[in-house]
């Protein structure tokens, strides 16, 4: 098989090319999952229906003016950056940013444009080709019972509405209304500076939305700058096993229409959200574990902050040359307000999550994968569906 495909990935192939000391390369992929689950649908899967075929077209651009620029572009085809987003298909510009290198030791970088977060550990690994699941983590994938596009969601009305079943719960409305820690690699729009010093590395951005916000919201917008979101990572890597870091980011979490529901006098700004995280992985021979633990506070018109604690851990063990096993436990608990009655009350379900996955690289390029997660709620809140299954395979060209 390994043959037949070679044969038919060389009969398609996309130009590198240097001209007058530009360095051009297009390249691409395209996968296809079909997912299999329960109603509602967990993680940030948005589809209905027991079954959802989801097909992705990347096509990138990499250009190298000199040693010291370089530009990216990727553009996508599919039915939603999550799947069922956009059920009869969108195409979008996912990212695009030009970096410069200040110096030749890779000390002091700079990049502007649209470009995922520094935040964390997932998003350097968040690609179909890097990440053993078919799935983000539970930080980075499930929503929270958090309103965005109107703050008197967040309410402890409307939160005891939802806890005793008066009003539609987090889970059977529209994902778009909620947020989440931090929504996959948030490819929202800024500018960064980051680097390396010996065992360091370092990065600090300036995005025009918080971690958490929707898709729709990471297109640029002159006005969401006026309440920026400003976030960074600090890393140490003490030797070629251990990678730690430390990331923070402080912004407003609630949407530009969100703001005709405050009171006079207030602003998106004055509600922002904090996250807190540490992350670490190990990797030694044919193992790799890694897993990242976020803080998030998010601050509402009355009463206490809403506070979520999420984590997830996951191990890859590499049982032969281009074939894996995985494994990945995630669990997000959070805080009870005080309702209108004085009651403590739940705003959204505490989930704990089981997650096993397969790959199978069946040439450098070629790439099948296989999913199951189990979802457990807690908390006196109706969560997502248990079940998930997927299956993938991709075709980098």
């Known amino acids: 098989m390994k043959l037949w495909v070679s044969i038919l990935t060389s009969l398609f192939v996309i130009p590198s090319f240097a001209k007058d000391g530009w360095e051009w390369s297009l390249g691409g992929s395209f996968e296809n999952t079909i997912f299999h689950t329960d109603s509602p649908a967990p993680s940030l899967l948005k589809f209905d229906e027991d079954f959802f075929y989801q097909p992705r077209l990347s096509l990138t651009l990499d250009v190298r003016p000199s040693d010291r620029w370089y530009f990216h572009a990727r553009t996508r085809i599919d039915r939603g950056f999550d799947a069922a987003d956009a059920p009869d298909g969108e195409i ?8 410069y290198q200040a110096s030749e030791d890779q000390m002091l970088q700079f990049q502007v444009g649209k470009f995922a977060t520094f935040f964390g550990r997932h998003v350097r690994e968040h690609d179909f080709y890097d990440n053993p699941f078919l799935t983000a983590p539970l930080p980075y994938g499930e929503i929270l019972g958090v309103g965005v596009r109107n703050p008197f969601a967040n309410s402890s009305d409307n ?15 529209p994902k778009r209304n909620w947020a989440t820690p931090v929504w996959g690699p948030s490819y929202s729009t800024g500018a960064a500076v980051f680097g390396h010093i010996k065992h360091f590395d370092y990065a600090f951005e300036v995005k025009n939305v918080n971690l958490g916000a929707h898709p729709n919201q990471w297109d640029p917008d002159l006005s969401d700058f006026r309440n920026p979101t400003f976030s960074g990572r600090l890393g140490y890597r003490p030797s070629a096993e251990w990678d730690l870091g430390f990331s923070f980011s402080r912004g407003p979490y609630l949407n530009p229409e969100a703001e005709r529901f405050l009171p006079n006098g207030l602003d998106r700004g004055d509600l922002p959200n904090t996250i807190f995280g ?27 902050d809403l506070e979520s604690l999420s984590w997830y851990l996951q191990a890859r063990w590499k049982a032969s040359p281009g074939f894996w096993l995985a494994t990945r436990l995630g669990q997000t608990m959070n805080n009870e307000v005080r309702g209108p009655a004085g009651a403590s009350t739940p705003w959204s379900p505490d989930l704990f999550r089981t997650e096993v996955a397969a790959g ?12 199951y997660s189990y979802t457990e709620s807690s908390g006196g809140l109706a969560g997502p569906g248990e079940n998930l299954f997927g299956f993938g395979g991709g075709w980098r060209f």
């Open 92 to 99: 979008r510009l996912d990212e695009v940013f030009l970096r």
């Open 159 to 173: 939160i005891a509405a939802r806890a005793n079943g008066t009003q539609a719960g987090v889970f059977n409305s």
């Open 278 to 304: 540490l992350d670490a992985r190990w990797a030694h021979g044919d193992f790799i574990i890694s897993g990242e633990i976020l803080y998030s506070q998010f601050e509402r018109l009355q009463g206490e």
């Open 360 to 371: 199978w690289r069946v040439t450098p390029d070629v790439l099948l994968k296989a999913q």
